[in-house]
């Protein structure tokens, strides 16, 4: 049963092989202060779900229906506040920034 899942997840390709290359979580550095965070979630659109985004510490924690996803973020991030959130193209992006950026935007 094992190598019929086997033939038609993979049929002629081999399983050891890597299909996928890009990076899950993206962050790139807008400037001082403010950072953009993607993660890659190429099914959302499907779901029919709004992203609930909740930042606890230097855990984002993503909810999506029934599904939960929690990345960790990095030190840097970890004392920025959330700024908004978009989907795009199978990524989710969200700003974060120091608190009086927040106030000016």
Not at 24 to 39: A, C, E, F, L, T
Request: proline share 5%; no cysteine.
């Amino acid at each position: 049963m094992l190598r019929q899942v086997g033939e038609k997840v993979y049929g002629d390709k081999n399983p050891t092989e890597i299909f996928f290359k890009e990076d899950p979580i993206d962050i790139q550095k807008v400037h001082d202060g403010h950072y953009k965070v993607r993660v890659k979630l190429p099914f959302m659109e499907d779901m029919g779900f709004e992203p609930k985004i909740l930042k606890m510490g230097d855990d984002l924690t993503i909810r999506i229906g029934d599904y939960q996803k929690i990345v960790a973020l990095p030190i840097f991030i970890a004392g920025l506040e959330s700024t908004g959130a978009s989907f795009e193209d199978g990524w989710l992006t969200v700003d974060f920034a120091k608190e009086e950026e927040k106030a000016e935007a």
